[in-house]
């Protein structure tokens, strides 16, 4: 059974920096690509980021663009997500999504429960 | 990137049908097959009903269909139950590594 368990949402003021973590299991984790999508409570979804399999090829959204850097660690079966120059506009549930397949073009299949990131003073 | 178009409401009686539309632009829907579509539920995370315009995952019943005209992909649910009530969101690729979702729209069984 796939299983994805994000870790580190935090309050966190406007400018300071978090590190969200999602823990994968139940799949084999260097097969896929791996997404971040958030969510504003009561808002829609909100693509942020994707990994390729390897880790060495990178993509985000404009607006965290130079903010927000994904990470993987095959060895541990583990996404991050490195967000930095935090502002409120992130505020939102954040997900770790596994992608169908290993390109660049699959779309997240599975989806842990998410970790909640408030940016307020 | 801009975010795809979707109508905020939909319903329909049980054992009706309901379609739900999604309309992007000739760089995202018009322009790949890479249309998904998402059912969630309240406190929920996303699940995935429909890839690649048309295609269902093991376990999706046949009730949810995908299909794309131009800059239009719809969905449709068929045998509406009481279940199907929730949100549902579209997604594309849409090039240069990106990917845009639909605003969500609550499809309510009366």
């Known amino acids: 059974e796939v299983q994805l368990v994000e870790s580190g949402g935090v309050v966190v003021q406007p400018g300071g920096s978090l590190r969200l973590s999602c823990a994968a299991s139940?799949?084999?984790?260097?097969?896929?690509?791996m997404h971040w999508v958030r969510q504003v409570p009561g808002k829609g979804l909100e693509w942020v980021s994707l990994i390729s399999w390897g880790g060495g090829n990178t993509y985000y959204v404009d607006s965290v663009k130079g903010r927000f850097t994904i990470s993987r660690d095959n060895n541990k079966n583990s996404l991050y997500l490195q967000m930095n120059s935090l502002r409120i506009e992130d505020t939102a549930l954040y997900y770790c999504?596994?992608?169908?397949?290993?390109?660049?073009?699959?779309?997240?299949?599975?989806w842990g429960q998410g970790t909640p990131v408030t940016v307020s003073s | 990137q801009s975010a795809l178009t979707q109508p905020p409401s939909a319903s329909g009686s049980p054992g009706q049908s309901v379609t739900i539309s999604c309309t992007g632009t000739s760089s995202d829907v018009g322009d790949y097959k890479y249309v998904s579509w998402y059912q969630q539920h309240p406190g929920k995370a996303p699940k995935l009903l429909i890839y690649e315009v048309t295609k269902r995952p093991s376990g999706v019943p046949d009730r949810f269909s995908g299909s794309k005209s131009g800059n239009t992909a719809s969905l449709t649910v068929s045998g509406l139950q009481a279940e199907d009530e929730a949100d549902y969101y579209c997604s594309s690729y849409a090039g240069s590594n990106n990917y845009v979702f639909g605003p969500g729209t609550k499809v309510t069984v009366l």
């Open positions: 999504a596994k992608g169908r397949g290993s390109s660049i073009t699959s779309c997240p299949d599975y």
């Open positions: 139940g799949f084999t984790f260097d097969d896929y690509v």
